[in-house]
């Protein structure tokens, strides 16, 4: 039998314990082949073990595993497949069995349910040939709703990625799980095919909510995508008449009262003394159109993306042409599409750069202190004011290069960030750096996949 490599897989990929549920032997057996069965969905995603399933025997009352070598040879079908499987290197497939439809009923859906919410996407996509129950509930804007909360809430950002931009000699977007970059010796990341993709075409990454990602295509074609399902949406024009030489700004997030993805496109025209014209559009996803909002009077916004957090989208902007000097923190309320001002912590003394940034959600600044440090504040919602989190020192051996873009910090309170187109893992316990090993590239981001639908 089966039943302790069952555990062994499950404990070391679920933790899953909510046993209270079961009622009977049998229904603690059927659950035991039940997530064998989910177990080696997840290898075969996250190993790349190509796993032979045969539909019309999927759902056998024996339970059994098989193993074979590339030359098709059986090596074992029992219980003893688990150290069969760790001593063979050759192994490519893997057949199993597991209970009748009819006996997994006997289940608790919840417990079902449970299980599969601790799938990755991938895994979550082959389960729904599974039958047409399991179709159902994975297609379900319930399930959906479950295994977003479920994958954001995640401490080990178990289905979190890190997207990056290169020019290499195209545009060109790489993906690798969080975990792989900052566990890794060395990291996979292999390209993503992204919606028109063409060899002279221009991507970049305006932002990434709830598993779906914006991208901007040669700067005014915008996409929304989501790379798990691999569906996409091409946003209609939003047409501006302005005068040549004005440029773009977007913005993407998400309206949690509306229920609604939102596009907010920045056009802007500016000469020596400053803004002479700009005109802000919002794109509705459940609309599908865009509308013009009031337009933006709080200086010259920096040429950025919008920066979304609290339900809100916030743009860095300069009162004149001098970016070095006094500089504002401007809010867009995608539910009222009111404006407001985002008041700064207090500095201190001493300055040479900053940028605005995202950090777990929440908006954050990178404040450069004379090349001397750099601190980042993160402004936590609930609290509603400025904490300085890490103070970050500079090395004679980091040139004149400026630390951005904090993309996460780890249970362990390494900083994941980006510098000088390259990964930098920090750690305040020791003030030490290390470096992932990641070719160098334009620009990152992070994203966690999920089965939102476009």
């Not at 995508?225 to 501006?240: E, F, G, I, Y």
């Not at 309206?255 to 400053?274: A, P, R, T």
């Not at 809100?312 to 970016?323: R, V």
């Not at 867009?332 to 040479?352: C, H, K, N, R, T």
Request: aromatic share 12%; glycine share 6%; charged share 20%.
């Amino acid at each position: 039998m089966i039943l302790l490599f069952t555990f062994n897989v499950v404990l070391s990929l679920f933790s899953f314990t909510p046993f209270s549920q079961i009622q009977t032997l049998k229904q603690l057996l059927l659950l035991s082949q039940f997530l064998a069965t989910i177990a080696l969905f997840s290898i075969s995603a996250h190993r790349q073990v190509s796993t032979n399933i045969d539909a019309a025997k999927l759902f056998s009352p024996t339970p059994v595993i098989e193993i074979f070598t590339m030359e098709g040879k059986q090596i074992c079908s029992d219980s003893s497949a688990n150290n069969q499987l760790k001593k063979t290197k050759a192994t490519t497939h893997l057949q199993f069995q597991t209970p009748s439809l009819g006996e997994i009923v006997d289940l608790p859906e919840e417990i079902i349910q449970d299980i599969l919410l601790r799938l990755p996407v991938k895994s979550l996509l082959k389960s729904r040939c599974v039958s047409k129950s399991w179709n159902s509930l994975i297609s379900s804007s319930r399930f959906v709703k479950s295994h977003l909360k479920h994958s954001a809430e995640n401490a080990n950002f178990a289905n979190h990625r890190i997207i990056f931009t290169l020019l290499n000699p195209t545009y060109t977007l790489k993906q690798c799980s969080v975990n792989s970059l900052m566990r890794d010796p060395l990291v996979v990341a292999p390209n993503v095919d992204f919606p028109n993709q063409t060899p002279h075409s221009t991507v970049w990454v305006v932002g990434s909510c709830n598993g779906i990602i914006c991208l901007a295509i040669d700067e005014d074609d915008v996409f929304l995508w989501n790379p798990a399902t691999r569906k996409s949406k091409q946003l209609p024009s939003a047409v501006v008449e302005m005068k040549p030489g004005f440029y773009y700004s977007w913005g993407f997030g998400y309206c949690k009262s509306e229920g609604d993805y939102k596009v907010v496109g920045l056009f802007c025209d500016y000469d020596d003394g400053g803004l002479r014209e700009s005109v802000v559009k919002i794109y509705s996803l459940r609309a599908d159109s865009w509308k013009r909002i009031g337009d933006f009077s709080f200086g010259v916004p920096y040429d950025d993306t919008g920066k979304f957090a609290g339900g809100k989208l916030h743009f860095a902007a300069s009162k004149g042409m001098d970016f070095g000097s006094s500089w504002t923190i401007v809010s867009l309320d995608l539910e009222s599409e009111a404006y407001g001002i985002v008041e700064q912590p207090s500095y201190g003394e001493g300055f040479s750069n900053f940028s605005l940034e995202l950090l777990g959600g929440c908006l954050s600044i990178l404040y450069v202190y004379e090349m001397k440090r750099t601190d980042l504040w993160v402004l936590k919602e609930e609290e509603e004011s400025w904490t300085r989190v890490a103070s970050i020192p500079y090395s004679s051996g980091l040139g004149n290069y400026v630390y951005s873009n904090p993309l996460l910090i780890m249970p362990n309170g390494e900083i994941l960030l980006v510098f000088s187109g390259s990964f930098l893992v920090y750690n305040p316990k020791d003030d030490s750096f290390r470096w992932p090993d990641v070719e160098r590239f334009i620009e990152a981001d992070i994203y966690f996949e999920s089965l939102v639908p476009l």
